[in-house]
């Protein structure tokens, strides 16, 4: 379990470098009047990193020394429908410090005691959208082994082997959407689009959800800062660096398209860009 919690803040991605500025996955369509849209941040946990600079830059333009990220998760509702879009850290590190060598990470609360504050259960998720295969990203996904599973299909060839996260989704008859080499309308009404952005992993994917108040884009770990973003750093253990570069271009032409609230998901300062739990932006 440690190995794959380290991998949780190490690997790949697969993006040509003319993928179209648009989702692929009929983004264009407007959200049915029906299905009213909310989304809700989860605390799946949080680091701190013993060297940010040599950990997540290639090309060493971060400041160096210690530095702290969070690992959020989302709750997209769709009307009565939910996507939990990634899982955080395992519940087995619930309430204490965990040196996993460049990383300590701690759990304060685990997703369902967060989910029964919102008088929800594991059974009443839909869809677990997993952005990437790391541990950091997947660590209580079989908590939820009722909902379909939402992943790239690299990632989750990938992830197989003795300490496989998605063991409940193995099985004849399971239900998984693989994305494989294209956006994916999750609801089918245009409204919550998983988008294919390769290099961190190679089946890494961020989300669009689409708000009545506006846009909002959820980066996975194409980012793990804000000075990742200004710099278009890439870490060093990424799974391709031109197929990141081409992400980071395709991203941000959507992002300016739809004039998303870019949220990256391990940056602390961008907590507040959602209202607090258990409030939901809608």
């Given at each position: ?37 909310g ?33 959020s998760?989302?709750?997209v ?80 060839d ?34 919550v ?26 980066t ?63």
């Amino acid at each position: 379990m440690e190995r794959m919690l380290i991998l949780g803040i190490v690997a790949a991605l697969t993006l040509s470098a003319g993928a179209s500025a648009q989702p692929r996955a009929s983004a264009s369509a407007q959200p049915r009047a029906s299905a009213s849209i909310g989304i809700v941040r989860l605390d799946c946990g949080n680091g701190t990193v013993k060297n940010f600079d040599a950990f997540f830059s290639d090309t060493h333009e971060y400041p160096a020394g210690p530095r702290v990220i969070t690992d959020s998760c989302y709750l997209v509702r769709h009307g009565s429908d939910y996507l939990l879009w990634d899982t955080g850290f395992p519940a087995a590190i619930k309430g204490k410090s965990n040196d996993m060598g460049a990383i300590v990470a701690r759990l304060d609360k685990t997703i369902p005691e967060q989910l029964a504050v919102l008088r929800l259960t594991p059974s009443d998720i839909d869809v677990v959208g997993i952005s990437h295969m790391h541990g950091d990203h997947v660590g209580q996904a079989a908590d939820f082994p009722g909902a379909k599973l939402l992943i790239g299909k690299k990632d989750l060839d990938l992830s197989k082997g003795p300490e496989d996260p998605f063991g409940p989704w193995r099985g004849a008859g399971a239900r998984v959407q693989p994305m494989d080499g294209g956006d994916v309308d999750v609801f089918g009404d245009g409204s919550v689009i998983a988008l294919n952005l390769p290099g961190h992993t190679p089946g890494h994917m961020a989300l669009l959800v689409k708000l009545a108040s506006g846009n909002v884009m959820l980066t996975g770990d194409l980012y793990h800062s804000t000075i990742a973003r200004q710099l278009k750093g890439v870490p060093p253990f990424n799974s391709s660096r031109a197929e990141t570069l081409a992400s980071i271009d395709r991203f941000e032409r959507l992002a300016r398209s739809y004039r998303a609230k870019v949220i990256i998901q391990h940056e602390p300062a961008d907590i507040v860009k959602l209202p607090a739990f258990p409030r939901e932006a809608r």
